[in-house]
């Protein structure tokens, strides 16, 4: 027997007062026996049913619907966990969650040594407990301040590495620490006129560890004593450098040191940045990040790079991770990449077999000495004085550009006067 549509308007006004308040199995017994009275469809019945009952025409005024109770949780990290967590970021230089993580309880542990961070117990624990991916949503926010309008010109190149063997004593071993890729920043300002600073940068393939010094010009011989500089204080044995085929490293007296001292030399093909990845990743994620693109072509420019590059160098060695690709596999059109968990290049060093324990003792002891909020402090020092150099530089600039054109316009008044009187 089908019901007429005032019985059907009077089951619904029943009905929905119960399924407001019932369980979910409880609305699914009530649905059925709504659509098998109705014959409504059950689409149609679960959205009329879930309508408000002052909406229906013939509902009584007096009838309220229950309220449902919505679940509250309290949140695992409140403000003092946050608040810590950005000055932590802030110091280790913004880093993604999952070069974070993995390093966060022993850089709470450094700061608080160093009296840079005051935590209770409570708020310690569950800093020390955070993954990666909430890491990344706590400090979405605060990212979002930072990030860059434009794109950078210098991009990382893809992780390939072939080289073109110039001279071999043993094998190129990624595997081993002191196999390294030499490169030069150029610091031009967006033009190539003159002479102009340059910084020589060598990563380790390994470990990451990396070093820079800041050249006056690209010329062979302050390229090849900067790079002897590094030689002496690399914490390994130097065995293999890769270059590109600039001038300023494809020479003779580099070659002649390498053949002397039995290290690999080799180069990449011409106009492949991608032979030489690693070095081109850490030119535009340390050197371009930290000094930017502005020109240095001063004495004293060179001396402040030098004096921030050594600062950077600590804290990049020492508190920066670095994920180094483990395997990638080929999925129809996507490819899969998997990395190793993060570490500093400090950590890798320390791991190596290859390095002597006398000189993990002494990194051990200069580790001990650090306290990464300082460096980060003498670093934005360092580089608000480049900056202060580049606005003094075009401020003299410009004045001797107006001082040059006053005097040509005097020069052309005196030679008017001078043609008048002649007249």
Same mark, same amino acid.
């Given at each position: 027997m089908?019901?007429t549509?005032?019985?059907?308007?009077?089951?619904?006004?029943q009905?929905?007062?119960?399924?407001?308040?019932?369980?979910k199995? !409880?609305?699914?017994?009530?649905?059925?026996?709504?659509?098998?009275?109705?014959?409504?469809?059950?689409?149609?019945?679960? *959205?009329?049913?879930?309508? =408000?009952?002052?909406?229906?025409?013939?509902?009584?005024?007096?009838?309220k619907?229950?309220?449902k109770?919505?679940?509250?949780?309290?949140?695992?990290?409140?403000?003092?966990?946050?608040?810590?967590?950005?000055?932590? *970021?802030?110091?280790?230089?913004?880093?993604?969650?999952?070069?974070l993580?993995p390093?966060?309880?022993?850089v709470?542990? @450094?700061?608080?040594r160093?009296?840079?961070?005051?935590?209770?117990? !409570? #708020?310690?624990?569950?800093?020390?407990?955070?993954?990666?991916?909430?890491i990344?949503?706590?400090?979405? =926010?605060?990212?979002?301040?930072?990030?860059?309008?434009?794109?950078?010109? #210098?991009?990382?190149?893809?992780?390939?590495?072939?080289?073109i063997?110039i001279?071999?004593?043993?094998d190129?071993?990624?595997?081993?620490?002191?196999?390294?890729?030499?490169?030069?920043?150029?610091?031009?300002?967006?033009?190539?006129?003159?002479?102009?600073?340059? #910084?020589?940068?060598?990563?380790?393939?390994?470990?990451? *560890?990396?070093?820079a010094?800041?050249?006056?010009?690209?010329?062979?011989? *302050?390229?090849?004593?900067?790079?002897?500089e590094?030689?002496?204080d690399?914490?390994?044995?130097?065995?293999?450098?890769? &270059?590109?085929?600039?001038?300023?490293?494809?020479?003779? !007296?580099?070659?002649?040191?390498?053949?002397?001292?039995?290290?690999?030399?080799?180069?990449?093909?011409?106009?492949?940045?991608?032979?030489?990845?690693?070095?081109e990743?850490?030119? %535009?994620?340390? @050197?371009?990040?930290?000094?930017?693109?502005?020109?240095y072509?001063?004495?004293e420019q060179?001396?402040?790079?030098?004096?921030?590059?050594?600062?950077?160098?600590?804290?990049?060695?020492?508190?920066? =991770?670095?994920?180094?690709?483990?395997?990638?596999?080929?999925?129809?059109?996507?490819?899969?990449?998997? %990395?190793?968990?993060?570490? #500093?290049p400090?950590?890798?060093?320390?791991? &190596?077999?290859?390095?002597?324990?006398?000189?993990?003792?002494?990194?051990?002891?200069?580790?001990?000495?650090?306290? =990464?909020?300082?460096?980060?402090?003498?670093?934005?020092?360092?580089?608000?004085e480049l900056?202060?150099s @580049?606005?003094?530089?075009?401020?003299?600039?410009?004045?001797?550009r107006?001082?040059? &054109? !006053?005097?040509q316009?005097?020069i052309?008044?005196?030679?008017?006067?001078?043609?008048?009187?002649? @007249?």
């Open positions: 089908r019901l549509l005032k019985q059907r308007k009077a089951v619904t006004k009905l929905t007062l119960r399924y407001a308040g019932a369980s199995k !409880q609305k699914h017994i009530i649905l059925d026996e709504f659509c098998c009275l109705t014959g409504y469809n059950r689409s149609y019945a679960s *959205w009329l049913l879930n309508q =408000p009952a002052h909406k229906l025409k013939s509902s009584p005024p007096s009838t619907l229950p309220k109770v919505s679940k509250t949780s309290s949140k695992k990290y409140d403000a003092k966990v946050l608040v810590a967590l950005t000055k932590i *970021w802030m110091i280790l230089d913004c880093l993604c969650g999952k070069r993580a390093i966060l309880s022993e709470i542990s @450094v700061l608080q160093h009296q840079e961070l005051q935590l209770d117990d !409570q #708020t310690k624990t569950k800093l020390q407990q955070i993954s990666a991916s909430t990344d949503r706590l400090l979405a =926010p605060e990212r979002q301040k930072f990030q860059l309008k434009g794109k950078s010109r #210098t991009k990382p190149g893809t992780l390939l590495k072939k080289q063997p001279r071999t004593f043993a190129w071993n990624e595997e081993k620490v002191g196999f390294v890729e030499i490169d030069l920043v150029a610091h031009d300002g967006g033009k190539a006129l003159g002479d102009y600073a340059q #910084t020589l940068d060598v990563t380790d393939v390994k470990s990451g *560890w990396r070093v010094r800041a050249v006056p010009n690209k010329a062979q011989v *302050w390229v090849f004593a900067a790079l002897l590094i030689h002496k690399l914490p390994f044995d130097l065995r293999g450098i890769d &270059s590109d085929n600039g001038s300023e490293f494809i020479n003779d !007296q580099l070659l002649r040191y390498c053949e002397k001292e039995k290290i690999s030399f080799t180069r990449g093909r011409a106009y492949k940045k991608n032979d030489g990845c690693f070095i990743q850490k030119s %535009y994620t340390i @050197v371009r990040r930290a000094i930017g693109y502005w020109r072509d001063d004495p060179v001396r402040l790079l030098n004096e921030l590059y050594e600062k950077l160098s600590l804290y990049t060695n020492y508190f920066q =991770p670095v994920m180094k690709l483990k395997s990638k596999e080929r999925v129809g059109s996507q490819v899969k990449k998997h %990395y190793e968990e993060a570490r #500093t400090y950590e890798r060093v320390l791991s &190596s077999e290859e390095v002597s324990q006398e000189q993990k003792a002494k990194l051990g002891r200069q580790y001990e000495e650090l306290n =990464p909020a300082q460096l980060k402090r003498e670093i934005s020092k360092r580089q608000a900056i202060e @580049v606005e003094k530089k075009g401020q003299e600039v410009l004045r001797k107006a001082q040059k &054109s !006053q005097n316009v005097l052309a008044v005196a030679e008017d006067d001078q043609a008048r009187n002649f @007249v």
